[in-house]
């Protein structure tokens, strides 16, 4: 069983930055692929960035280059830095866990925090 908590998230002007954190409970946290999904209003939640447990790292073309996931597994968080944000980034942000196996289907993650508001104004 895993426990996830979001924080980090708030309003922004567009090419500001944000850093989102996660922090997980459970013993066997460095085991899990963990992720960073996105939902903005009307729209289905939508991949964001993957980090396996050994810290290789996959992007959606949407923010590859301007997002780096990581992860420290000593103290049970993995974390999103978010830079050059645009409005349409706007979106509650949710972490997410999942066997090593999991990689861009929501439906693939087990265990999901409640998720963080991060609005980006134009």
């Known amino acids: 069983q895993v426990q996830l908590a979001e924080s980090g998230g708030g309003l922004v002007q567009a090419g500001g930055s944000l850093r989102l954190s996660c922090a997980a409970s459970g013993r066997t946290f460095s085991n899990y692929a963990m992720a960073w999904f996105r939902q903005a209003p009307g729209k289905e939640r939508e991949f964001v960035a993957r980090?396996?447990?050994?810290?290789?790292?996959y992007y959606a073309d949407s923010v590859k280059g301007r997002f780096t996931i990581s992860r420290d597994n000593g103290k049970n968080t993995v974390s999103l830095q978010m830079n050059n944000l645009k409005p349409e980034d706007t979106a509650v942000y949710y972490c997410?866990?999942?066997?090593?196996?999991?990689?861009?289907?929501?439906?693939?993650?087990?265990?999901w925090g409640q998720g963080t508001q991060v609005t980006v104004s134009s």
């Open positions: 980090i396996s447990s050994g810290g290789s790292t």
């Open positions: 997410a866990a999942g066997r090593g196996t999991a990689w861009t289907k929501s439906t693939e993650y087990y265990y």
